[in-house]
């Protein structure tokens, strides 16, 4: 079994920052990519920014320059830096991973279960 467990939520003043994290937990995977998305109330879940096993990253417009992503060297877990948030930001953000789970043959999306994000005054 494995799960995608994720942490540092909370409300934040605009131009505030926020660390998201997402580890996975269990055995007997490798995880290939693994991403951020965000879901607003009333919107689409979209992409936020997304890295490879091999380091190559990538943005939605709206956060490049404020926003960072990593992996730790496990490549087990991934953080999201999250600088100069302003309310547009705010939203639920799932992590996803790409995993493969031994015995098969391909990677499947795995989601976490979210974690929510308020910038407001």
């Known amino acids: 079994q494995v799960q995608l467990v994720e942490s540092g939520g909370g409300l934040v003043q605009p131009g505030g920052s926020l660390r998201l994290s997402c580890a996975a937990v269990?055995?007997?995977?490798?995880?290939?990519?693994m991403a951020w998305y965000r879901q607003a109330p009333g919107k689409q879940r979209e992409l936020v920014a997304r890295i490879t096993s091999g380091g190559t990253t990538n943005y939605a417009d709206s956060v490049k320059g404020r926003f960072a992503i990593s992996r730790d060297n496990a490549k087990t877990t991934v953080y999201l830096q999250m600088n100069s948030l302003n309310p547009d930001d705010t939203a639920v953000y799932y992590c996803?991973?790409?995993?493969?789970?031994?015995?098969?043959?391909?990677?499947?999306?795995?989601w976490g279960q979210g974690t929510q994000v308020t910038v407001s005054s």
């Open positions: 269990g055995s007997g995977f490798s995880i290939n990519a």
């Open positions: 996803n991973a790409d995993i493969r789970k031994l015995g098969d043959w391909v990677a499947r999306p795995y």
